[in-house]
């Protein structure tokens, strides 16, 4: 890989206005294919599969009608006097203008909706009355009926008695007149008990007509007592809530039509009356760049500016880095059209494009000057970084990208995309790090140092390298005192709760807020938040049953703790599927009101097999949460396997992969620790624009998780690498630690100031997501890179010693040489990097264990010097040197003449092999195996730069 990018670079630097052009050409392509093919973002967070999305899909199946989005307009006057009469019929005529909109499907008066429920109560009441005056006239009709009963009972008494009577008197048979008189009494007694039946009939029917009456009139009332709570016109008469519903699904309303609406009803608004809308209305697609983030990207630019020393080497990160970003976001942006994107997804593209495009960028230009001041040329010096510092980037991007295409199994489709387009962003910054970067530098030449600088190009820079370790004391205080702090920042994460934003967490003057504390103060926090049960009965009811059942069920939900109000919304066709709409008595975000969701549905099934299903944004983040929460640990687990597999690799070690992670949770503990502090318990929350504490956002552990998990692993790899090659060549295990850290602190702290000073740009965005997302970044990047990376975890390598690297000997043996930084290219490549010591002051041998102070672990000497490779002069590390230089080469000596320009290479013992380079600025490069010995005739100097695993004595001429 390291050979590979060797040449791209080289290839960059020679076709630099190719490269350049190409780049303009793909940033062309990406920006049309966004502008053809771009769609719409959603604001709305989703997860198909889960209960609430059930509902949601049945709700729509159900009731086809209520389907459409909506979002509510809260009109109040301007004095806080109730409502004119003419605002009144003004407010309606605009909300029947609105409604004409494209888009719109229809309107809700909220004062023709009061009236109707104050009608319905007047109606329920008046009802009542005539029931009970039409019960009470068939009560009089009833005493009257049976009065005449009574007279009809006794007449009839009569009748057969005197008939009795004279059919005895006349000897058993009447005469016929007689007999005629009293069949026409009978008659008239038996048609007078017919109309007294038919009149008791009447009153039975009527009285039954009046019982159907009066119990559906009794629902109608329970019905309407359980909706009490709920209205569309506050009590003291100054505010309204109305209602606007669109003819397409919510996630499918475009910003367009909720714009006309706004632009409609706030052009024609009434006199003395103001309008707010809520969040589904005016919740708008987040910035993708700022004033916060600008300020941000200056910071970067101010912290480049100090460590580069020029306008033009300050600028070149920030070129590359804005040129990525532009590709990887409209690249990511053209597929909205084909796929549900999440408003912040670019967002985040564009934080991450930005910090590591900068960083990454910034690493190889680092080397690249560090290299140019040392003499070496400058297509060779491009290719040199892009083969070393660019083999560290693209294998640190690599462990961004794994963590970020790893939210894929979590199997939640939004936080899976959101990854993919960091993901692609990424890629496109370690992209352009290796290849527009060596060509604007090739462009650039030695423009990219300062004039001064160039003035010393080829002179020999001392590097005081520490030449002690750190005491242990220090480090087992630094330890303790480290974890101290991030265990107390990390107490609060133990409250931490999830969920999603809602109204109040907007700004203070914006219309969301204005409208969310509206409706919260005239008609309770549940009224932001209502949920919806749905009811699927066994069977289909009649539409006499109907109404019996929704007072059953609606009395059973109202039974429950925090149920301010439940209104019935309507049967479904065939009368299979009830909907109620629930107020809670607190907020969407209100511990209550989870708990509310999860007795509704521990309810489930009713008496009758009645199942219930509940939807609404409480039920929503509680089903978000959960699945995150699901997904956590398998994401978690094969993130960390990766970095421990990775790691290994890359250190040959058990234990400094196993600190890295150990440090990474620490890190992440603390992370979430502040998260909760500021943006859950509202602690510094003027600063940072919290105004109304609330839950942490649902997805924000599992991003932070991912992203930072890439980063902390890229400081990882800078810092402790550098350890590790100075252990490999010959530094004591503690002291190694110490020059690592001495080696690579300049550029991590560097890189760690530009990330999160990018991160912290979007600390102050509009959207209560990007604030928190933003956050969690900056802070989880200054927690690890500045406490675990450069303070801990030196701490704790100090404290291990030698066994930090231990590995088993058999697992040795299979690794495969992963040369990350690409110290094989360097061999293959000699240059002269870096600090000539003096030469010994006497002829006994000086190795880089007992003190030579040399970053590259050499010495220099005078010219026509033997360089051997052999063991120290002290018999306590003679025999370890020995049999690490055997290991290495079994031959020891190389000779060089005073004069390489007449002869190169004098003697050379036997089994080494040996390559002579040419000569660069009067320096001579001799490679001998992994060897490589640079002699400068001019300056009287040598530089020996040691193999892994070697150790180098330069003796005096004998």
């Keep these: 890989m390291a050979e590979l990018l060797y040449r791209l670079g080289r290839f960059s630097a020679r076709r630099a206005w190719a490269v350049l052009i190409s780049w303009i050409v793909i940033l062309g392509i990406s920006v049309g294919a966004f502008l053809a093919f771009g769609g719409t973002l959603s604001s709305a967070v989703t997860i198909p599969g889960t209960p609430t999305a059930k509902v949601t899909d049945q709700l729509e199946e159900s009731f086809p009608s209520a389907s459409g989005g909506t979002g509510a307009m ?108 009293f069949d026409a009494q009978q008659t008239a007694i038996t048609q007078q008990q017919t109309a007294l039946d038919a009149q008791q009939a009447t009153i039975t029917e009527n009285l039954a007509k009046l019982d159907e009456q009066s119990t559906k009139l009794e629902l109608s009332s329970q019905l309407l007592d359980l909706s009490s709570g709920i209205r569309t016109v506050s009590t003291d008469d100054t505010t309204a809530v109305a209602n606007v519903v669109f003819d397409k699904r919510q996630q499918e309303v475009t910003p367009e039509t909720k714009q006309s609406v706004i632009d409609q009803v706030k052009k024609d608004v009434p006199s003395g009356v103001e309008v707010e809308f809520s969040n589904e209305l005016a919740q708008s697609l987040p910035q993708l760049f700022g004033v916060g983030e600008a300020i941000g990207l200056i910071i970067a630019a101010i912290t480049l500016l100090v460590m580069l020393g020029t306008v033009i080497a300050a600028s070149l990160p920030l070129v590359s880095a804005i040129v990525g970003v532009g590709v990887g976001v409209t690249a990511s942006l053209s597929l909205s059209g084909v796929v549900d994107m999440l408003s912040i997804t670019p967002v985040l593209g564009v934080m991450l494009g930005l910090a590591v495009g900068i960083d990454y960028s910034l690493f190889i230009l680092n080397r690249h000057r560090k290299q140019l001041l040392a003499g070496v040329e400058l297509h060779e010096s491009i290719g040199l970084a892009n083969g070393t510092s660019g083999n560290a980037v693209v294998f640190a991007g690599s462990t961004v990208l794994v963590a970020l295409l790893a939210l894929n199994v979590t199997g939640i489709p939004f936080l899976g995309l959101m990854g993919t387009v960091g993901a692609i962003c990424v890629a496109v910054a370690i992209l352009l790090a ?80 204005q409208s969310y504390t509206l409706i919260e103060d005239k008609f309770g926090a549940g009224v932001n938040g209502p949920l919806l049960v749905v009811a699927t009965l066994p069977d289909a009811a009649t539409d006499e049953e109907v109404l019996e059942e929704q007072v059953r069920i609606g009395q059973e939900i109202a039974d429950q703790d925090d149920v301010k109000a439940v209104a019935p919304v309507g049967a479904s066709d065939d009368n299979s599927v009830l909907a109620f709409q629930v107020i809670p008595k607190e907020g969407p975000n209100a511990v209550s009101t989870e708990q509310l969701v999860r007795d509704l549905r521990d309810l489930s099934p009713l008496s009758g097999d009645v199942e219930l299903g509940v939807a609404g944004s409480a039920s929503g983040n509680i089903d978000v949460s959960k699945q995150l929460s699901d997904a956590l640990p398998l994401y ?96 004591p295990a503690r002291l190694a630690v110490q020059r690592g850290l001495h080696a690579g602190r300049t ?187 640079a002699v400068d005739a001019d300056n009287g100097t040598a530089v020996v730069e040691p193999p892994v695993g070697g150790v180098v004595v330069v003796r005096a001429p004998r």
């Design 434 to 513: 290796v290849t527009l970067t060596p060509a604007l530098l090739s462009l650039l030449g030695l423009r990219i140092l300062s004039r001064k600088a160039r003035g010393t190009i080829g002179t020999p820079r001392p590097d005081a390298v520490p030449t002690k370790p750190m005491g242990t004391l220090r480090a087992v205080g630094t330890l303790v005192a480290g974890l101290v702090v991030l265990g107390v920042v990390a107490i609060p994460a133990l409250d931490m709760r999830l969920g999603l934003p809602d109204g109040s967490s907007e700004a203070v003057d914006s219309t969301q807020y």
């Design 74 to 181: 809260v009109f109040h006057t301007k004095d806080g006097d109730a409502f004119t009469d003419s605002q009144k019929t003004a407010i309606g005529e605009l909300l029947d203008e609105t409604a004409d909109l494209k888009g719109v499907d229809t309107t809700v008066n909220p004062f023709e909706t009061q009236e109707t429920i104050a009608d319905q109560a007047k109606q329920i009441s008046d009802g009542k009355t005539q029931i009970d005056d039409g019960r009470t006239q068939l009560t009089d009709g009833q005493t009257q009926l049976d009065a005449g009963q009574q007279q009809l009972t006794d007449a009839q008494t009569q009748l057969s008695a005197a008939l009795a009577q004279a059919q005895q008197a006349a000897g058993g048979t009447l005469p016929a007149a007689a007999q005629a008189q």
């Design 747 to 933: 550029v991590v702290v560097a890189a760690a100031i530009i990330m999160i000073s990018v991160f912290g740009g979007f600390i102050f965005s509009h959207s209560a997501m990007i604030r928190s997302i933003g956050f969690g970044l900056a802070f989880g990047v200054l927690v690890d890179a500045f406490v675990v990376r450069m303070l801990l975890i030196p701490a704790v390598m100090h404290l291990l010693g030698k066994s930090a690297w231990w590995i088993p000997k058999w697992l040795d043996r299979i690794l495969p040489n992963v040369d990350v930084e690409g110290a094989a290219l360097e061999r293959s490549h000699p240059h002269d990097t870096g600090s000539v010591a003096t030469a010994p002051s006497s002829g006994e041998p000086r190795n880089a264990v007992d003190g030579a102070e040399t970053a590259a672990l050499g010495a220099g000497v005078t010219a026509g010097t033997a360089a051997h490779v052999a063991a120290p002069s002290s018999e306590l590390t003679r025999r370890e040197a020995a049999a690490a230089a055997e290991r290495t080469h079994p031959a020891h000596v190389l000779t060089t003449d005073p004069d390489p320009a007449d002869q190169q290479v004098s003697r050379v013992e036997p089994g080494l092999d040996v390559v002579v380079h040419p000569a660069t600025a009067g320096v001579q490069r001799v490679a001998v195996g992994a060897y490589v010995i």
């Design 636 to 731: 978690l687990a094969l993130v960390v396997g990766l970095s421990l597999i990775i790691m290994i690799l890359v250190f040959r070690s058990i234990l400094v992969p196993l600190t890295a992670t150990l440090g990474f949770m620490l890190s992440l503990a603390a992370t979430f620790g502040g998260i909760t502090a500021i943006f859950q318990w509202g602690w510094l929350g003027p600063v940072f624009g919290v105004h109304d504490p609330e839950p942490i956002l649902s997805f924000l552990p599992t991003i932070l998780i991912g992203i930072l998990f890439g980063l902390a692993m890229d400081y990882q790899l800078f810092l402790v690498s550098g350890m590790r090659e100075a252990f490999a060549h010959g530094a």
